[in-house]
């Protein structure tokens, strides 16, 4: 197996044909990560109805998760979260997420502040309302 692809013993499953991650060089890119628990198709403060539908969530506790799924990946790569120089956000509803998930996003990045970007997406593959694609550095 290539040494460059990095799959996560602590992360959830990916939903398709990627790694956890990818080096080139110093660079760790993270393909997007979502907030499902290892495992599982569980995911934290998200409320579906027989049909997979979206009933309720709970942003705050699919940020926290979001970033703890990150760090399992950014640590079995060799890397950590004060590498992270670049952070790209999806959000399926900017209007009543934002302001949480910023707040949120700021404590964790009270020490590495990272560039941004986030975006609101109409949906993303699994009933999720947040997923970060990230790139760290790595030695």
Same mark, same amino acid.
């Given at each position: 197996m290539d040494k460059n692809i990095i799959h996560s013993?602590?992360? &959830? $499953?990916p939903v398709g044909a990627y790694p956890h991650a990818r080096r080139v060089g110093n660079l760790l890119f993270l393909s997007g990560v979502g907030p499902r628990e290892k495992g599982t198709k569980k995911i &934290? #403060?998200? $409320?579906l109805d027989e049909n997979g539908n979206i009933l309720s969530y709970d942003i705050e506790k699919q940020c926290h998760a979001v970033f703890q799924n990150i760090r399992h990946i950014l640590e079995d !790569? #060799? !890397?950590d979260w004060s590498k992270i120089v670049d952070v790209t956000v999806f959000l399926t509803n900017m209007k009543d997420d934002f302001k949480?998930?910023? !707040?949120i996003y700021a404590a964790y990045f009270k020490e590495n502040q990272p560039c941004r970007t986030t975006v609101e997406i109409l949906s993303l593959p699994t009933p999720i309302a947040i997923e970060l694609k990230v790139i760290a550095t790595i030695d």
């Open positions: 013993s602590q992360a &959830p $499953e &934290p #403060g998200v $409320e !790569s #060799g !890397s949480t998930y910023n !707040s």
